[in-house]
Nanobody
Framework: QVHLVESGGGLVQPGGSLRLSCEAS????????IGWYRQAPGTQRELVAL???????NYADSVKGRLTISRDNAKSTVYLQMNRLKPEDTAVYYC????????????????WGQGTQVTVSA
């Protein structure tokens, strides 16, 4: 059974930092692309950062220069280092894993975590 477990969320003041973790089990972690998504109340879930199985990184424009995604395949864990946080970063952050067979653009496998709340407020 596949599990993605997020941790590290919490309440932080504007300008502060948090590090989110997503630990996976039940999958061959190294072959999956891993993304961090977020969803604020009344909004659609949006992609914040993505790291591919090959280590390539992509970020939403709103977080470039402030958030950094990384992965440790030996620990089956992806991290999201969040610096210079703003109130508009407040949301539930979700971890997502997708496996794309070679030459296929639709994921053959996809999994979601349960989310972790990040609140940026004075």
């Amino acid at each position: 059974q596949v599990h993605l477990v997020e941790s590290g969320g919490g309440l932080v003041q504007p300008g502060g930092s948090l590090r989110l973790s997503c630990e996976a089990s039940g999958i061959i972690f190294s072959i999956y692309d891993i993304g961090w998504y977020r969803q604020a109340p009344g909004t659609q879930r949006e992609l914040v950062a993505l790291i591919t199985s090959g280590g390539n990184r992509n970020y939403a424009d709103s977080v470039k220069g402030r958030l950094t995604i990384s992965r440790d395949n030996a620990k089956s864990t992806v991290y999201l280092q969040m610096n210079r946080l703003k109130p508009e970063d407040t949301a539930v952050y979700y971890c997502n894993s997708r496996y794309f067979p070679i030459g296929v653009t639709v994921p053959a496998r996809e999994h979601w975590g349960q989310g972790t709340q990040v609140t940026v407020s004075a």
